[in-house]
């Protein structure tokens, strides 16, 4: 099998350098008219038809390593580091991404098989789809050349081949775990298409803004995959690793947040060129930026450029990407500056106040707040460069300096929605503001008397309770916005159709699900901003506790019940038996743990946590007293926690409604199809 | 090469592979140790450093003016509740023990550093709360913690010589981005033709309808 998936790997390479050259040069052709021997539509055709076939051989090579840690193949080197005969079969499928190589594979893989799909629906434009298949198929080169020279995941071991694995690290043994690389990744790479689209239409000079609506879906399913695989890591983090939250500032977490913040400018700049023809530089600037920030973060994660404890120090790999990723910025600078004259904006703007005008600010904030995650996470680097030492840069800094660009975001959240395109009268100001400004003043004022004292930074130097206020403030004013949006559209069609009010939400939001799956996303990002805010307001309490000793956290008292040791083959485990009382009513029995792996003798916290939505009693076992070998636990009361979940699910749902088409756009598609049978696919294509 | 060290980050699903630290028993951290080196420091910086409130009263004092008294007043009480705030001694541990990091290679926050055996962090956690116990200023806290251990056991740089850049660079680059798109906006709003006046007549329903379609997203 090992030689099996490297002669994929191998395959993969030449069809992928076939779809790269010949695409290249018949695109050549095709823009200077000439013709040779074979017609330049054949040897794109041809080029497409190998770009299709990489995808086969990328997920031969994929299948080829996951069937060898099916089979305890521990002659590939890979699978001995990673797996072992006693890990449970879902873990064993995620060795592919636990280590460097696999995860380099399953790059190669994924973007294969988004080009594999792109490639399929070329007749949305052929000419087009040529373009970007072409520069996807160079990205392919790229990570297909490190896994079959420099990182290459099937080498044997030298030697004797091990009897078992030294298996998965136990941190990653854990269902999230399977699913929230591949989301990242999928987020990672899925830039990689809307970039190629936007090189590519630069490249070809393409007329119009077509290339937009093309890319759209493609850009947001990539930017919700981005967004679950940083939630389920966040998720993660604050169920297995046990320090009692959920992002740290290290830097590859801030290097999967860099190419999401731009992402996001994206996702709303493009609206101006939509509608309007504006933004068109910015635009194709901030998509190449989301794009090489994506391969700054697998930067990041395999030089060792900056520390962090995911890097992989003195790690030959980075080289390799600074090379592509000094390529990738010379090529789009050149592109741009030879088709400049291409991207003139059509109109400017008529008003400060307006909706064009809101999406500038924005992404000017969101922009501020990627350069802020930048800055922090190579100011390190260039310390050391300039005063010749580092420095570390983390929490204290991000809370400081990205929170009020983060509060100030959430204020553009509830305003720009509400203004209209070109300009917005004060009138119209007055109306659409009056009741969300009158919420969010009577929130900020009513919050006070239950403890969020905005005051406190101006007597201590703590600026959490102040900000917290403030974004619970904003919060219920862009939520207020928010709903009245719907309220007022709502009851237009009711008054029409006669249907009570959620019925006509309903109909209002399938009318224009871009518009109101919009307003759901920001929903979701308000409430997830409400969990983030209550960090302000965490307690802890440690203490060793001896049966029946008991402290209290918040509402709740927490009393020893028992705590004991258990083994099993896979690992050792010490725990306490907790009993959760509110008041003298006993609400939960919580059993937090610490496992040493039997495997390779690591250790493993199990936190446990009772969740409610007002907040989460997270407790975990934190060792044991050397002196009277009780053990010893430490609690944390995470307010308002669970609303970020919650959100999450919220902007998933959102996204989703986005995504649909409008329900009058479908039934002008079936209304097509019934007067016209001769042309359904053409009405499917357009509601791409 | 790959880092050899448990900590709640060292869980990249790239499997860097955790290594229990060279185990140590875990301290109690109830039980304070000898007053540390950087607690030493810090009392001789801090004795030089800070006079005390309670220095009895100059004899011209009395013959102040009313209105300096009125003056002093509201100082005093704002002075207060800065102290009250500094004095609770839990919370500024808290807070310090954030400021921190711990400098066994975890690249953890000193007082959120979990891994079991850490060699360093209980050492540092009980040196944190002598100095508070002593009476430190944060400053003189954070300045002992890093000539002791290194500028990376701050968890963000201090507010010194090149390290300024930091802070200053984020902030100030949203400032000038936020000027300039409001001239940027402007401009090409002076450069906009003027719109031509014209007669202002009730709107159709089609038309109506037209606007709202067109000004949807």
Redesign the interface.
């Known amino acids: 099998m090992p030689a099996f998936g490297s002669f994929a790997l191998l395959v993969a390479l030449a069809l992928s350098g076939y779809n790269l050259l010949a695409g290249a040069v018949a695109l050549r052709q095709l823009a200077t008219g000439r013709r040779y021997a074979i017609a330049p539509e054949r040897l794109a055709e041809t080029a497409r038809r190998a770009g299709i076939a990489s995808f086969f051989a990328t997920a031969c090579a994929a299948f080829a390593l996951v069937w060898a840690a099916f089979t305890n193949d521990f002659s590939v080197a890979y699978i001995a580091e990673h797996s072992n005969r006693a890990l449970p079969w879902a873990y064993k499928f995620a060795a592919l991404w636990s280590g460097q190589e696999g995860s380099l594979l399953l790059w190669a893989f994924l973007l294969s098989a988004y080009g594999f799909v792109l490639r399929a629906r070329h007749k949305v434009d052929v000419k087009l789809t040529a373009y970007a298949s072409t520069i996807l198929a160079g990205i392919q080169v790229f990570f297909l050349l490190l896994v079959n020279i420099a990182a290459t995941p099937f080498s044997l071991v030298t030697g004797a081949i091990p009897v078992d694995g030294n298996g998965l690290n136990p941190l990653l043994q854990y269902p999230e775990m399977v699913i929230h690389p591949p989301m990242l990744y999928l987020g990672y790479v899925g830039f990689s298409v809307p970039f190629a689209f936007a090189l590519g239409a630069l490249m070809m000079r393409y007329p119009g803004e077509k290339w937009i609506h093309i890319t759209r879906r493609w850009t947001m399913v990539t930017w919700l995959f981005l967004t679950v695989g940083i939630f389920l890591g966040m998720h993660w983090a604050y169920n297995v690793l046990g320090w009692g939250g959920y992002w740290g500032w290290d830097p590859v977490e801030n290097a999967s947040l860099m190419p999401w913040l731009t992402g996001t400018a994206f996702l709303h700049s493009v609206m101006m060129q939509e509608k309007r023809g504006m933004m068109k530089s910015w635009n194709v600037w901030l998509i190449f930026s989301t794009f090489m920030l994506s391969i700054l973060g697998t930067l990041l994660t395999r030089s060792g450029l900056v520390s962090s404890v995911h890097a992989f120090a003195q790690s030959p790999i980075g080289n390799w990407f600074w090379i592509f990723l000094v390529i990738t910025f010379a090529i789009c600078l050149f592109t741009y500056i030879y088709n400049r004259d291409h991207l003139k904006t059509d109109h400017k703007l008529e008003s400060l106040v307006s909706r064009e005008s809101s999406f500038l600010f924005n992404n000017l904030v969101l922009l501020a707040a990627c350069f802020t995650v930048l800055w922090g996470t190579f100011f390190p680097v260039l310390s050391e460069y300039v005063q010749g030492n580092k420095v570390t840069v983390s929490a204290p800094f991000y809370n400081r300096v990205a929170v009020p660009i983060g509060v100030f975001l959430l204020l553009l959240t509830g305003i720009g929605p509400v203004l209209a395109w070109r300009s917005t009268s004060i009138k119209s100001i007055r109306r659409n503001f009056i009741l969300p400004g009158i919420v969010g003043l009577v929130v900020a004022i009513a919050i006070i008397p239950l403890g969020v004292h905005p005051w406190t930074i101006f007597t201590t130097d703590q600026e959490g309770a102040f900000y917290s206020w403030l974004t619970f403030s904003l919060a219920a004013f862009v939520l207020t916005a928010i709903f009245s949006e719907f309220y007022k559209g709502a009851r237009v069609i009711g008054q029409k159709s006669g249907q009570n009010l959620l019925a006509s939400m309903v109909r209002l939001t399938r009318r224009n699900t871009r518009r109101y799956g919009g307003y759901i996303v920001h929903f979701g990002i308000v409430l997830i901003f409400i969990g983030i805010a209550g960090q302000a307001f965490n307690q802890s309490h440690e203490q060793t506790m001896n049966f029946k000793d008991s402290f209290v956290l918040g509402p709740y008292r927490v009393e020893c019940l028992d705590y004991s040791q258990d083994s099993n083959p896979n690992y050792d485990t010490e725990f306490a038996m907790l009993n959760v009382y509110r008041g003298n009513k006993l609400v939960t029995k919580l059993s937090p743990e610490l496992r040493v792996y039997a495997v390779n003798g690591q250790p493993s916290t199990i936190v446990a946590n009772h969740s409610t939505l007002i907040e989460d009693l997270y407790v975990i076992y934190a060792g044991k007293d050397p002196v009277t070998g009780q053990p010893v636990i430490k609690a944390f009361l995470n307010p308002l926690v669970a609303w970020i979940w919650i959100g999450l699910l919220v902007t998933i749902l959102g996204t989703g409604i986005a995504l649909v088409p409008n329900m009058s756009a479908t039934t002008a598609a079936q209304q097509h199809r019934v007067t016209d049978p001769a042309e359904p696919v053409a009405a499917g294509r357009a509601g791409n | 090469?790959?880092?050899s060290f448990?900590?709640?980050?060292?869980?990249?699903?790239?499997?860097?592979?955790?290594?229990?630290c060279q185990e140590q028993?875990?301290?109690?951290?109830?039980l304070a140790p000898e007053t540390s080196s950087v607690a030493q420091a810090a009392l001789t910086v801090e004795a030089t450093a800070f006079r005390p409130w309670n220095q009895p009263q100059k004899k011209g004092r009395a013959l102040a003016p009313a209105a300096l008294r009125y003056l002093i007043l509201p100082l005093v009480i704002v002075l207060s509740?800065?102290t009250?705030?500094?004095a609770d001694t839990e919370?500024r541990y808290?807070?310090l023990g954030?400021?921190l990091?711990c400098v066994c290679g975890?690249?953890?926050?000193l007082i959120?550093?979990?891994?079991?055996?850490c060699p360093d962090s209980d050492r540092m956690l009980a040196e944190l709360r002598a100095a508070i116990d002593h009476g430190d200023s944060?400053n003189v806290i954070l300045t002992a913690f890093q000539d002791k251990y290194?500028?990376?056991?701050?968890?963000?740089?201090m507010l010194t010589?090149?390290?300024i850049v930091?802070?200053v660079?984020?902030?100030a680059?949203?400032i000038l981005?936020?000027f300039g798109?409001?001239v940027?906006?402007?401009r090409?709003?002076m450069?906009?033709a003027a719109m031509p006046i014209v007669e202002v007549a009730p709107l159709s329903d089609e038309l109506r309808e037209k606007i709202r379609k067109?000004?949807?997203?």
């Open positions: 090469m790959r880092r448990p900590s709640r980050h060292d869980s990249g699903f790239e499997g860097a592979r955790l290594q229990p028993p875990k301290q109690n951290r109830a509740v800065i009250l705030g500094a919370a808290q807070d954030h400021k990091m975890c690249s953890e926050i959120e550093c979990n891994h079991v055996g944060n290194g500028p990376t056991a701050l968890a963000a740089p010589k090149f390290n930091a802070w660079v984020p902030p680059l949203l981005g936020l798109t409001w940027l906006v402007k090409w709003r450069r906009s067109e000004t949807e997203v």
